[in-house]
């Protein structure tokens, strides 16, 4: 029995042996072809490498000669040519042959880019891109000039409150926003009592103060800052759910 016992166990063995040389092999597949990646990626950085050294090699544009009147006149008719002798130029020089390699294809893109380049310089053309300034609206403030009457615009900010005593009411709500507004030109101001998950141990409520819409951004200041609330009450925007169901 102990004989038999090791021949099997030895059989395992085996067994795992030849598991671990098929897996061996496919790791030495996998590597061979990462090599096989990394070399592309090296002659890619190696053609890339080329083409910034021709790039920096361009001559610097203040030691073209300055461009006299008689030639800046015929500088849109230079250029048209020159754009079309660029299509001319780069079929002639750049091969179309399917084997060529990408990394000589972007040498000589480069070559000839860098020509043209020193063409344009020479040329002494500047392109400048003319950026429209568009101006904010403005609102009147004017209280001297009565000649006009503007009509009453007014926006209203929503507030979430929560965290209150179960036995708050709305109108306890509304005379607290008419504590703090202070010189703040309050219209209405709408409160309702919003379904809580624990109704037994606080409230929420809904808020909507209606404000004149040049004081809009100072009332959501106003109602949004701590100092506004007692101590402990939770106090954020209030935005309607589309449902129609309060959040």
């Given at each position: 029995?102990?004989?038999?016992?090791?021949?099997?166990?030895?059989?395992?063995?085996?067994?795992?042996?030849?598991?671990?040389?098929?897996?061996?092999?496919?790791?030495?597949?996998?590597?061979?072809?990462?090599?096989?990646?990394?070399?592309?990626?090296?002659?890619?950085?190696?053609?890339?490498?080329?083409?910034?050294?021709?790039?920096?090699?361009?001559?610097?544009?203040?030691?073209?000669?300055?461009?006299?009147?008689?030639?800046?006149?015929?500088?849109?008719?230079?250029?048209?040519?020159?754009?079309?002798?660029?299509?001319?130029?780069?079929?002639?020089?750049?091969?179309?042959?399917?084997?060529m390699q990408s990394g000589e294809r972007n040498?000589?893109?480069?070559r000839q880019f860098s020509a043209h380049a020193?063409?344009?310089?020479?040329?002494?053309?500047?392109?400048?891109?003319?950026?429209?300034?568009?101006?904010?609206?403005?609102?009147?403030?004017?209280?001297?000039?009565?000649?006009?009457?503007?009509?009453?615009?007014?926006?209203?900010?929503?507030?979430?409150?929560?965290?209150?005593?179960?036995?708050?009411?709305?109108?306890?709500?509304?005379?607290?926003?008419?504590?703090?507004?202070?010189?703040?030109?309050?219209?209405?101001?709408?409160?309702?009592?919003?379904?809580?998950?624990?109704?037994?141990?606080?409230?929420?409520?809904?808020?909507?103060?209606?404000?004149?819409?040049?004081?809009?951004?100072?009332?959501?200041?106003l109602f949004m800052s701590a100092e506004a609330?007692?101590?402990?009450?939770?106090?954020?925007?209030?935005?309607?759910?589309?449902?129609?169901?309060?959040?």
């Amino acid at each position: 029995m102990t004989i038999l016992a090791e021949l099997q166990h030895l059989r395992a063995e085996v067994r795992s042996v030849g598991k671990l040389t098929e897996e061996v092999t496919v790791l030495r597949q996998e590597v061979a072809t990462l090599r096989q990646e990394l070399s592309k990626l090296k002659q890619l950085k190696s053609a890339v490498t080329d083409v910034r050294k021709d790039i920096v090699k361009t001559e610097d544009r203040e030691n073209f000669p300055p461009l006299n009147a008689a030639e800046r006149g015929c500088a849109g008719t230079q250029l048209t040519d020159l754009a079309s002798a660029s299509v001319v130029s780069a079929r002639e020089v750049i091969p179309t042959d399917s084997v060529m390699q990408s990394g000589e294809r972007n040498q000589v893109g480069a070559r000839q880019f860098s020509a043209h380049a020193q063409d344009l310089r020479r040329t002494g053309l500047v392109h400048t891109v003319a950026r429209s300034h568009r101006r904010k609206p403005v609102i009147g403030a004017s209280h001297q000039n009565n000649h006009l009457k503007s009509v009453q615009t007014l926006k209203t900010g929503d507030v979430y409150i929560s965290r209150l005593h179960p036995e708050t009411k709305e109108a306890e709500i509304v005379d607290c926003i008419n504590e703090v507004k202070d010189d703040l030109k309050v219209h209405n101001v709408a409160c309702n009592r919003l379904q809580s998950r624990y109704e037994e141990l606080y409230c929420s409520m809904h808020a909507a103060v209606q404000v004149d819409a040049s004081d809009f951004s100072k009332a959501i200041n106003l109602f949004m800052s701590a100092e506004a609330w007692p101590v402990g009450v939770f106090v954020r925007r209030y935005f309607k759910p589309k449902d129609g169901q309060h959040n």
